[in-house]
């Protein structure tokens, strides 16, 4: 993995994850440029990793994880701080992933090109899903059948997911086949991310296929501490690999694929940003970009916590894991079972009011009792199942901002959730959860449903519902717009994904989305890299 061709090349790729591993691929395809790809964190070579049903097994594990706290709110889960999970290591956030495959609304891209990003609307990026993606339903006017992401059907293995989607049906919901098709609405089961029993982060997509070529350079521990500059242009990176420092110089671009967090935060330690911010903490401001690290957005989550009567469902307890012995054997003998799953079968995309145009909440259904990312042992342990809201379009915005100068430490990542001025996340989340409600107490979930653990069935009032969602509300995982695309002042990147006022320097990643998409993220951050490389080679 860590072969080097001495220390210039045409092009430097910070990070690994679902943006680098693509442009490793496509900016190497056609052998004229030499690409060195720099990932902080391992090959990411484990079980762990492969395996759909360990998701979430090693979100805590610094190896796999950058497991970054955000700044503690005290109306937000009682004070404690919200978990951010990065995936570090090749994949990136795609290694670590739930495997959603989910692209959004066609409404999302096409705000991005009304906002001035021409080239953005959804029939400009819709070739690049396609072209990314081998649907194993095969290809049709919507999917891709010869991409490097494998998107499959999922068997459902638990009955709560079956009833669940027939209780939503006869709460009035739409039932879809396809998220990603004409329509977006309604509920059914997700397409995912996985293929043979094994998961197919952009990594195995991408990046392991075409590791031998002889133009690509993949650095792993190497970890990118500035971007560096001259005459406002960059040239190269100062790079800590295995601790040791490098410098690399890009003799065309340096492209920043670090993500949410980490892209911002590179600008920042590299001299552009907000001024002040970075006067504060020592570093001279080489431009200034009022933008960068502002406009965080993410995808509030609440979660309904539903005590079953049935045993149907995955505890964390003696009797339940030797339940999945026999899974673990089918699992290893033949990448089969329950573990050759993301545990997420079911949910959707619904409107929170009658009045909505178009889905404004999408839910995830687990089979069992989870919250604060599976760290409530006690109720993992008990029988149940978790039903999430979550607000697609929110208002409210944050920051990543410096907490120092240091390359090795945090930022602060500040979600600022329910801040925005008309309230609008608050009422989308509340209404979503009546709607939720609907479905849990239809016929068909009247076998499971025993009563509600969180909220409680006594918390009746919006204002009731709002205080007692808020101890444990969630994100589901998807930071965007740190360095967004767009003209305005507080822009940091063009239509081209270039910074502002820098030449040769690019961010690529899902931090360039201006606002965020309806849905999981992993897609369109890898429909945004495919689009990029494919302007890149032929401009
Ligand atoms: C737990 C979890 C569950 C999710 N579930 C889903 C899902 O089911 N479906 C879905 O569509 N999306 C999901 N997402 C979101 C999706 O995976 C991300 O939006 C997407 O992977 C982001 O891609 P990216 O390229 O912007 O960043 P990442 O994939 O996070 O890649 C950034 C890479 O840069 C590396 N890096 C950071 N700093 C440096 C540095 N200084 N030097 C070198 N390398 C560096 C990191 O280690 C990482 O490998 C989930 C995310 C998480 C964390």
Same mark, same amino acid.
């Not at 190896?63 to 701080?81: C, E, L, V, Y």
């Not at 899974?327 to 995309?349: H, Q």
């Not at 695309?485 to 989305?513: P, T």
């Given at each position: ?217 993949? $650095? ?6 500035? =971007? /560096?500059? @001259?005459? *406002?242009?960059?040239? !190269?990176?100062?790079?800590? %690999? ?53 406009? $965080? ?6 979660? =309904? /916590?539903? @005590?079953? *009567?049935?045993?149907? !469902?995955?505890?964390?307890? %003696? ?221």
């Amino acid at each position: 993995m860590n072969k080097s061709q001495g220390n210039e090349f045409d092009y430097i790729i910070v990070g690994g994850g679902s943006a680098g591993c693509v442009l490793a691929n496509r900016l190497t395809e056609n052998g004229k440029f030499t690409v060195c790809l720099l990932e902080a964190g391992s090959d990411n070579n484990s079980m762990l990793v492969k395996t759909p049903g360990a998701f979430s097994a090693f979100m805590f594990l610094k190896k796999f994880n950058w497991s970054f706290d955000a700044k503690p709110r005290k109306d937000i889960r009682n004070g404690d701080p919200l978990f951010v999970p990065r995936g570090r290591g090749l994949g990136g956030s795609s290694a670590t992933n739930a495997m959603l495959y989910i692209r959004g609304q066609k409404q999302d891209y096409d705000h991005w090109a009304e906002l001035g990003n021409d080239g953005w609307s959804f029939d400009d990026i819709l070739p690049y899903f396609k072209k990314s993606e081998t649907n194993s339903r095969g290809e049709s006017e919507l999917h891709g059948g010869d991409g490097p992401l494998q998107v499959t059907d999922r068997p459902a293995f638990y009955e709560i997911s079956k009833r669940y989607i027939e209780a939503s049906q006869q709460a009035g919901f739409k039932v879809t086949d396809d998220f990603n098709g004409s329509d977006q609405e309604g509920v059914g089961y997700y397409q995912c991310t996985i293929k043979d029993g094994k998961r197919c982060s952009a990594a195995h997509a991408y990046l392991l296929p075409v590791l031998s070529r002889p133009n690509l350079t993949v $650095l792993t521990h190497a970890q990118v501490s500035k =971007v /560096l500059l @001259k005459d *406002k242009q960059a040239y !190269g990176v100062d790079v800590y %690999v295995k601790g040791a420092k490098r410098t690399l110089t890009a003799t065309k671009e340096v492209i920043l694929s670090g993500g949410s967090i980490a892209s911002p935060q590179l600008l920042m330690l590299s001299g552009i940003g907000d001024k002040s911010e970075l006067t504060q903490h020592g570093i001279d401001c080489v431009h200034e970009l009022k933008g960068v690290g502002k406009n $965080l957005r993410e995808h509030v989550d609440a979660c =309904v /916590l539903v @005590k079953s *009567k049935k045993t149907d !469902g995955f505890t964390l307890s %003696v009797t339940g894991l030797l339940k999945m012995v026999p899974d673990a054997m089918k699992y290893l003998t033949g990448k089969k079972g329950k573990l050759a799953n993301s545990i997420l079968e079911a949910g959707g995309f619904i409107k929170s009011n009658d009045n909505e145009n178009r889905p404004d909440i999408q839910l995830h259904m687990l089979p069992l009792l989870y919250d604060d990312n599976g760290r409530d042992l006690k109720l993992l342990s008990q029988h149940g199942f978790s039903c999430h809201v979550c607000v697609l379009r929110p208002e409210s915005t944050g920051t990543v901002s410096l907490k120092s100068a240091r390359y090795q430490d945090a930022p602060e990542i500040d979600f600022n959730l329910f801040s925005d001025k008309e309230g609008k996340d608050k009422t989308v989340l509340i209404n979503g959860m009546r709607q939720l409600r609907k479905i849990l107490t239809a016929p068909a979930l009247a076998q499971h449903y025993e009563n509600e653990v969180h909220p409680g069935n006594a918390f009746e009032t919006d204002e009731q519902i709002f205080a007692k969602a808020k101890e444990r509300i969630g994100t589901v995982f998807h930071p965007v717009g740190t360095c967004k695309m767009g003209n305005d002042e507080m822009a940091v990147v063009d239509n081209q994904l270039k910074v502002h006022g820098i030449d040769k320097l690019r961010v690529i990643d899902a931090s360039i989305m201006p606002t965020l998409t309806s849905g999981n993220t992993n897609a369109p951050t890898m429909a945004i890299a495919e689009k990029i490389a494919d302007m890149m080679l032929t401009h």
